[in-house]
C-alpha cells in the first residue's frame, strides 16, 4: 500500500527506489498515480549518513515535476549528511541523533 489513512484523511505516498527494477512496473519512482506532478512532498528516510541516497531521491523526485517541502529521518548518524543538505537548500529533521542515542 502506497497510500494511507489517517483520521480519516487519505496520505498519498511514493517510494522512490534507489535502483529502477526488471520486475514489476519497472518504475524507478513507484506510486506517482497516487501523487499528482507538482505537488509538494515529504521525504522520509530511515537513516542518513552522507545523504547521498536522499540526495538522488530528491533529485528523481524533482526531475519527475515534484516539490520537496520536508526531509525527514529516524536518525542522523552525524557523518554531513544534514550540512549536505542544507547546502543544497534542505533543512534535515531527526527524530534521532547518533549523539543522542548514544548518551
Known sequence: LLSYTINGNLLPGLIVRKQTKNHGTGQGIEGIQNVPTGSSVAL??????????VMKAITRLEKAGYRISYVATV????????EALAK???DLQAIFTREELLS
Do not use: F, K, P, S
Open 44 to 53: 522520509l528516510e530511515d537513516v542518513i549518513t552522507t545523504a547521498g541516497t
Open 75 to 82: 536518525i542522523d548518524r552525524q557523518e554531513g549528511g544534514r
Open 88 to 90: 543544497a537548500g534542505y
